[in-house]
């Protein structure tokens, strides 16, 4: 098949049910996610020079620089505050979510 309109021409129609299609496209993008968390694990764990588990700001840097030497060091300063930001946004939404008996999936 090279293109959507070829979709029957050169196979046999064949029909998935929605839910399969989820459940098999859902296991992929598991285990996408999984390698993607590993790579960010390495990716943290190589820069977080002091080993303490935290990044600071100098090591932060360096790791953007490596990763995207076009980063400037106020976009990096507000990338950094926002990682801060983040947590405190995150608790702050899981807690309203409870506050309103909302469940995330």
Same mark, same amino acid.
């Given at each position: 098949?090279?293109?959507?309109?070829?979709?029957?021409?050169?196979?046999?129609?064949?029909?998935?049910?929605?839910?399969?299609?989820?459940?098999? =496209?859902?296991?992929?993008?598991? /285990?996408? *996610?999984?390698?993607? @968390?590993?790579? +960010?694990? !390495?990716?943290?764990?190589?820069?977080? =020079?002091?080993?303490?588990?935290? /990044?600071? *700001?100098?090591?932060? @840097?360096?790791? +953007?620089? !490596?990763?995207?030497?076009?980063?400037?060091?106020?976009?990096?300063?507000?990338?950094?505050?926002?990682?801060?930001?983040?947590?405190?946004? !995150?608790?702050?939404?899981?807690?309203?979510?409870?506050?309103?008996?909302?469940?995330?999936?």
């Amino acid at each position: 098949v090279h293109s959507m309109s070829d979709v029957g021409r050169e196979t046999r129609y064949a029909w998935i049910p929605e839910d399969d299609f989820v459940e098999i =496209v859902g296991r992929a993008w598991n /285990l996408y *996610m999984r390698k993607v @968390q590993e790579c +960010l694990q !390495a990716l943290f764990e190589a820069f977080d =020079v002091s080993g303490d588990g935290f /990044l600071q *700001m100098g090591e932060f @840097q360096l790791l +953007l620089a !490596a990763v995207d030497p076009t980063v400037n060091r106020s976009r990096a300063a507000e990338m950094f505050e926002g990682a801060g930001n983040y947590d405190a946004a !995150a608790k702050s939404v899981s807690a309203l979510s409870l506050e309103h008996g909302s469940t995330s999936k």
